[in-house]
């Protein structure tokens, strides 16, 4: 038997390439102090290795691009909306399926259809985004975690899963009256990028279907989710991860996706609907505000390189070396002494701030203070998920401080992540001279993106 070979290895060649500006300390150390020591004010142009995001910041595929070339401008009915449509629906099942500019825009049509005053929507983690849009509309946005999620060093396969117990609880507390929907984020962004079992999709329709309850699903990286279902749950691994994929969709009355994530795409949203009274509201939404239904907001390029990337996504190949190169770096990372949020996630690496640097409270943002030191060692900009990102005044205070060091997709490679795992072993040796920050300058929402930040001397 011939050895089984072990270097990772992309499952593509490089055909295009884009240089990247090399900088020096110096040049970092000024640039970061002209941002606020916010990576978000920073010019992309100054970074080295961009991490800030694995949301539109794939490469597309040839194919993709050659999509992009056929496209039909077409106002109404357009080929590309055909092509968009029937991929969708081949994948997910669904009948009714909408384009939109991005997530947010699903989201924001969805709960302005179904929020309001005094309801309540119950997920396993909402993102930044959809809880926004969820308070937007006036109700309340609930988080329900298993208890392992907020644990940083547990191993638990499904970390993503939604609190059952808790999840019957809450209904039986308020009344059914006040639930819209019930959510589901697959894969869990905010809590490490952990996936959802099937077991646990299944258990949230039973509980959905005993109430009478919709039960939508923020599919993102429904991808990575099924590839995960496919690797680690007991009595999967011998199905296709588009079988798999296609059991979450099925149990789901409505998805919003983020196309800019396993949709392979650099912009691109679609909100995907069973009811067919719920979905006419929705097209009416999306016309006043995106636009017609056959285009919502894109150019036919942009749908023709949607349906080509979610068929490119559920590649096997594809999906095991992401994982798989997710995984390596966080091995790395661990080899190093840096604890991470266990087990490694799909599209990113979440480093846990606070084991890190146990001398800054969570006042002083700790994970902000990995994010610009990660910055002046390498020029690797990461993004901070603890209390820059959730807190502030009149929340709950996030259980964990992490920082992101999201991987964008068929974008670097295996040496690129030796390069960051190198990085991060540096800002470990320096980690006891780290400092906390202040914020100067914050909006009232969503203030990670533009609040800007002093250090507090030691
Ligand atoms: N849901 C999840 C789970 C997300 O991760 C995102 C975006 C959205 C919804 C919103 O989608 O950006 O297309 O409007 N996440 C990006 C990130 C921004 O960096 O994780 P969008």
Avoid at 35 to 49: H, K, Q, R, T
Avoid at 422 to 442: C, D, P, T
Wanted: net charge negative; with cysteine; proline share 6%.
């Amino acid at each position: 038997m011939p050895a089984l070979l072990t270097t990772i290895i992309e499952p593509f060649r490089i055909k295009v390439v884009e240089p990247i500006r090399m900088t020096t300390p110096a040049q970092r150390e000024a640039i970061l102090c002209g941002a606020g020591f916010n990576p978000f004010l920073i010019a992309a142009s100054d970074v080295v290795i961009d991490l800030l995001t694995d949301s539109g910041t794939g490469a597309m595929s040839s194919e993709q691009w050659a999509g992009v070339m056929r496209a039909d401008e077409s106002y109404a009915g357009a080929t590309s909306f055909f092509r968009f449509r029937d991929a969708l629906r081949g994948i997910t099942g669904f009948e009714h399926v909408l384009p939109t500019h991005q997530g947010r825009a699903s989201e924001r049509i969805l709960f302005e259809l179904v929020g309001g005053e005094g309801l309540i929507v119950p997920s396993n983690a909402h993102f930044d985004t959809t809880r926004a849009n969820v308070e937007h509309s006036g109700a309340q946005a609930i988080d329900l975690r298993l208890p392992e999620a907020s644990d940083p060093s547990n191993p638990h396969p499904f970390k993503g899963n939604m609190d059952i117990a808790a999840l019957e609880a809450l209904i039986a507390s308020h009344g059914r009256a006040r639930f819209p929907l019930v959510m589901c984020t697959v894969t869990n962004n905010s809590g490490g990028g952990q996936p959802v079992s099937l077991e646990n999709l299944r258990a949230i329709r039973a509980v959905c279907d005993r109430h009478n309850l919709p039960f939508f699903i923020d599919a993102c990286r429904f991808a990575e989710n099924a590839c995960f279902i496919k690797k680690r749950e007991p009595g999967q691994s011998h199905r296709p991860v588009r079988e798999i994929a296609r059991e979450m969709f099925d149990l789901a009355d409505g998805a919003t996706i983020s196309a800019k994530k396993d949709g392979m795409v650099n912009i691109g949203g679609v909100l995907l609907i069973r009811d067919a009274a719920l979905f006419r509201r929705a097209c009416n939404l999306l016309i006043l505000t995106e636009g017609y239904v056959t285009y919502g907001g894109l150019a036919g390029r942009d749908l023709e390189a949607m349906a080509q990337g979610f068929e490119e996504v559920l590649d096997e190949d594809y999906l095991a070396y992401r994982l798989r190169s997710t995984e390596y770096l966080g091995e790395r990372l661990r080899a190093h002494g840096i604890a991470i949020v266990e087990p490694p996630g799909g599209h990113a690496i979440y480093i846990d701030a606070r084991s890190l640097c146990p001398h800054i409270p969570a006042a002083q943002f700790p994970g902000q203070a990995v994010v610009c030191a990660l910055y002046r060692v390498g020029g690797i900009r990461a993004c901070e998920i603890g209390s820059v990102m959730f807190g502030g005044e009149g929340r709950t205070p996030p259980p964990m401080e992490l920082v992101r060091l999201a991987i964008p997709r068929r974008v670097y490679t295996q040496s690129h992540i030796d390069y960051v795992a190198e990085a991060a072993g540096e800002v470990f040796r320096q980690r006891h001279s780290l400092r906390g920050l202040r914020i100067v300058e914050a909006p009232p929402v969503l203030r990670h993106f533009s609040a800007r930040f002093e250090e507090i001397e030691a």
